[in-house]
């Protein structure tokens, strides 16, 4: 079993930046984060393969988003600029099971480990 730990999450104005951090209990094969908001599907926003050789990002954060990701302490990162009140919404780090696959995961279902969330509100 891995646990994923979010944090930096909060509020923040239009325009400006914020940094989520994934700390995972051990090494893990693809990661990835998920946006969801009130009423809608969790929404796939950023992934990343076991090396960090390969990354996707959605077309609705392309130029603003980015996805990282540090082996040597288990971690990932969501680097989101110039954001929009529309980036409103509680953000996921999702995880695969250790595995050497270019392929990064999109749906839900291909995650095995989930964090429990962390907010990110952004002001107009």
């Known amino acids: 079993q891995v646990q994923l730990v979010e944090s930096g999450g909060g509020l923040v104005q239009a325009g400006g930046s914020l940094r989520l951090s994934c700390a995972a209990s051990?090494?893990?094969?693809?990661m990835g984060w998920f946006r969801q908001t009130p009423g809608k599907e969790r929404e796939f926003i950023a992934g990343?393969?076991?090396?960090?050789?390969?990354?996707y990002i959605a077309d609705s954060v392309e130029g603003r988003f980015t996805i990282s990701r540090d082996n040597a302490k288990n971690t990932a990162a969501l680097q989101m600029n110039t954001l929009k009140p529309e980036d409103t919404g509680v953000y996921y780090c999702?995880?695969?099971?250790?595995?050497?696959?270019?392929?990064?995961?999109?749906?839900?279902?291909?995650?095995?480990?989930w964090g429990q969330g962390t907010q990110v509100t952004v002001s107009s």
């Open positions: 990343i393969n076991w090396s960090g050789a390969n990354t």
């Open positions: 051990r090494r893990t094969g693809a």
């Open positions: 999702a995880a695969e099971s250790m595995s050497f696959r270019l392929l990064i995961p999109r749906t839900l279902r291909e995650y095995d480990y």
